[in-house]
C-alpha cells in the first residue's frame, strides 16, 4: 500500500509522450488558455516535512507498554520518508482556502494509517519483504507480533488523533465526520484490505483492481480529506478523488519501472505473484499506463483553474509523481 518511500536519489524517468516539464514550469494540461507560474515543489515539500515530522514525533510519545510505541516510532518517523500523503492532504485543504493547522492533524493520521498498512503489508504473511524504506522492515526489528501490535494500535491513533486535536474552531464537526469515515472507507474492506487480498488470491487479469486499491486509495483518500476539511464543494471532491486515485497508481508505476531497471536479480517466487503492471506487461506498457495516468490527474486539475495558484502544488505532485526530477532531501 506504499504511497510514500524512502527519500534517496533516483534515476530520473520520462515518460516518452511528453517532453520532461522543467521543475518550475507549471502547465495545465488540455486547456484552452494555459495556466504557467513558477513553484518550488521542493521547497514547498521539504518544508511540510518539518512541521509534519516534528507532529508526529509529538503524536507518539513513548509509554507504557514502552515496546509497541517503540516499534510505532519506527515506522511513522522512519528517516527520509517523503511525506506524500499528509502533504497532498495539506496541499488539497489549501487549494479551498483552508488553513493548514487545521489539516495537520489528519495528515498526521494519514501518515500512521500508511505506515500501519507497510507494517502489516511486510508481514512474512502478506508479502514477506524483509526491508522497509532502506532499513529492516518493522517485523524484523521488533517481531511478528510486535509489529502486529503496532500497526493495530497505529489505526485507532490516527482517529483519535483527528477527533482530538484538529481545532474546532476551523474545522466544523460535521466533515471531520466526514473525514473518519473516508479514512475508514480507504483502508477497509473495499479499500486497501481488498488489493491486499486480491494481491495474495488474484490471478494476472485482477492487476488494474490491486493497483488502484493498494495503492490509489491512499493518494485518493489524502486529496479527498484536505477538501472535506475545507469544505468542499461535492463536485471538487470528486474530482479530488479521481485526481488523487490517478497519482497515487502512478507513482507506484513508476516506482516499478525503476526498480525493474536497477535490480538486477529477483526473487523467482515474487516475481511469479507480481501483480504490478510491469510484472504482468513488462515496462514498455507500464510506461504506458503511467503516460495516461499522468494525462487523467491533469485533466481533473483543469477543474481548479479558478482557484488560482493554490491548484501548482497539486500539479506538480503529478510531474515529480512521473519524472522523480529532484530528490526531497536526505536530511529528512
Not at 510514500?4 to 521543475?23: D, V, Y
Not at 535490480?263 to 517466487?269: G, I, L, P, S
Request: aromatic content about 8%; hydrophobic content about 40%; glycine content about 8%.
Amino acid at each position: 500500500m506504499a504511497f510514500a518511500t524512502i527519500i534517496s536519489p533516483s534515476p530520473s524517468l520520462h515518460l516518452r509522450r511528453n517532453r520532461p516539464i522543467p521543475q518550475q514550469r507549471i502547465r495545465c494540461s488540455s486547456s484552452s488558455s494555459s495556466i504557467s507560474t513558477k513553484f518550488d515543489l521542493k521547497t514547498y515539500w521539504t518544508t511540510l516535512i518539518l512541521e509534519i515530522n516534528q507532529k508526529l514525533d509529538e503524536a507518539i510519545q513513548v509509554q507504557y507498554p514502552q515496546q509497541i510505541y517503540e516499534a510505532m516510532r519506527y515506522s511513522v518517523l522512519a528517516k527520509g520518508a517523503k511525506r506524500a500523503p499528509p502533504v497532498m492532504c495539506v496541499a488539497a485543504c489549501e487549494l479551498f482556502g483552508g488553513n493548514r493547522l487545521a489539516a495537520f492533524p489528519t495528515a498526521c493520521a494519514l501518515e500512521m494509517v500508511h505506515a500501519a498498512s507497510l507494517i502489516h503489508d511486510d508481514l512474512p504473511c502478506m508479502d514477506d519483504d524483509p526491508s522497509r524504506r532502506g532499513r529492516p522492515s518493522n517485523h524484523t526489528v521488533f517481531g511478528v507480533d510486535m509489529a502486529i501490535l503496532a500497526g493495530d494500535a497505529l489505526f485507532p491513533l490516527g482517529f483519535r488523533h483527528i477527533v482530538s486535536h484538529t481545532p474546532s474552531n476551523l474545522v466544523p464537526e460535521p466533515r471531520l465526520l466526514r473525514v473518519v469515515t473516508e479514512i475508514a472507507r480507504a483502508v477497509g474492506s473495499t479499500g486497501m484490505a481488498a488489493g491486499q487480498f486480491l494481491d495474495l488470491e488474484g490471478g494476472p487479469n485482477s492487476v488494474e483492481f490491486v493497483q488502484e486499491k493498494k495503492y490509489g486509495e491512499m493518494g485518493e483518500c489524502s486529496a479527498v480529506c484536505g477538501g472535506l476539511l475545507a469544505g468542499a464543494a461535492d463536485d471538487d471532491i470528486q474530482r479530488l478523488r479521481r485526481y488523487g486515485r490517478a497519482v497515487g497508481v502512478l507513482y507506484q508505476v513508476v516506482d516499478d519501472v525503476l526498480e525493474e531497471r536497477t535490480t538486477q536479480d529477483k526473487d523467482e517466487k515474487k516475481k511469479k505473484n507480481d501483480k504490478s503492471y510491469v510484472g504482468v506487461y513488462g515496462v514498455e506498457k507500464a510506461m504506458e499506463v503511467a503516460e495516461d495516468l499522468r494525462a487523467k490527474a491533469k485533466r481533473e486539475l483543469d477543474g481548479f483553474e479558478k482557484y488560482g495558484e493554490g491548484v501548482f502544488p497539486l500539479y506538480s505532485f503529478v510531474d515529480y509523481a512521473a519524472d522523480r526530477g529532484f530528490s526531497v532531501g536526505d536530511q529528512f
